[in-house]
C-alpha cells in the first residue's frame, strides 16, 4: 500500500521544480532567430542575468548545463600550464578544478573537507607564501569556489575570501561557482570583488536544465585577450559579436529562452530580497526539524558549524546502521517525495533536503512530515517533534 498518488514532491537539489508559468512560457511555436522579438528577449536576458548576479560586467548565455559554464569560465581566462587554486569545501569546486587539470592547468586544491566551509585565514596564508615565492603578483592566476556546495550543504564566505585574497596582496582571479545559490541568496558580483562568476538554469532560476551562464568582470575580460584555452564555442569575444547568431555560437535555445525570462519576471515581481528571505526562513524550517529528529542520536547535520550550514539543501546523516537509500526509497515509493541521494563521501551515508528554487511552506512541511513517517516506518531512532518544530518556527517568523 502506498499513499503516493497525487502531486510528487521533487525534493532534490536540482533540477528543481519548474513553475507552471514557466512551463506555460515555452507552450508555444519557434520564432523567426534572425529578427524579430527574440532580439530584444536576448538583450533583456544579457541585462537581467547580470542584475542577478550584482554585476556591471557582461554576462554569457550558454546552451550548457553547469558542467558547461564551467568549462566555459575555464576556457576565457586561462592557458595550459597556468597554476589555479582551488578552495575545496566539498565536492563542486574540486570537480570544477578537476576539469581545468584535465584541459591543461596546474591544479592545487587548498585542503579542506565534507564538513565545513572554506577558511579565509587558510587562502590568505597560501596567497601570501605564493606571492613571497614569486617576489610579489604570484603564481597563481586564479582561484576556485562554490559558493554552495551542494554536496556537503555548506555555504562559503565569499566577501571573506574575497578579502583574504586583497590581504594577501594577491591579483590572482576571484571565480565562483553560484550553480547552487544563484537566485537563492545574495550574490554581490561587484560589491565582494568576484571576477567570474558561473551558474546554471536548473536550481534557483527555476527553469529547466540546459542553460549555463556566466558573468565575468573587466579585469576578467582583459585577461581573456590572452588566455590560451580559448575555445570557438565557449570564446567571450565571438559572443560579443553583433550578429544575434554569435551571442549563442550558433540556434539560440528559444524555449529555454522563453523559460527563464518568466523565471526570472517571477523572481523580480516576488523582489529578490524576499525571495532570498523565504529561502532563509524554509531552510531554517528544515534545520528545526532535523535538530530535533537529531536527539534521537542516529540522524546529524553534515555541516558542523550551525552558521555554514547553507539556505538551498541540507544534507543529513544516518548513522547506527539505518540506511540513507531505505529512506529515501520509502519517501519516494510509498509516500511521493524525492530526496536527494548522499554523494561524494556522502554516498550511501545521507540523504539531502533541497530548499530552493520554487518551493514553498507546504512543499517543505510536506517534505519534512513525509520524512517523519519515514523515520517512524522505518524504526530509525530520532526525537519527536521534527514537523512541529519547523511548523513552530514558520508561525513564529511569518507574521499574520
Ligand atoms: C554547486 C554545483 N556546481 C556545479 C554543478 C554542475 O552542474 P550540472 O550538473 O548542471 O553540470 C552542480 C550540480 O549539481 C552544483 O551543484
Redesign the pocket.
Known sequence: MSVRAGREFLAI??PTTVPDEVLRAMHRPAVDIYSGPLLALTDSLLKDIARVFNTKGRAYIYIS????A?EASLTNVLSKGDRILVLESGR?AV??GENARRMGVEVEILKGDMRRAVRPAEVEARLKADSRKANGGGTIKAILV?Q????SGVVNDIPAIAQAIRAAGHDALLMV?A??SLGCMPFDMDAWGVDVAMS?S??GLMAP?GL?FVAANDRAREIHKTAGLRTPYWDWTDREGDQHYQKYAGTPPEHLLFGVRQAIDMLFAEGMDNVFRRHALLAEAVRRAIGAWAEGQAISFNIIEPGERCDTVTPVLIGGGHDAEALRAYCNQKCGVILGHGIGDLSGKAFRIAHMGHVNAPMILGTLSVIEVALNALGIPHGKGGAQAAIDWLGEQVEA
Open positions: 537539489p536540482g548545463n553547469g558542467h558547461g564551467w563542486f570537480g570544477w562554490a554552495i556546495d551542494t554536496a561557482d550553480v547552487a546554471g536548473q536550481k536544465p549555463g
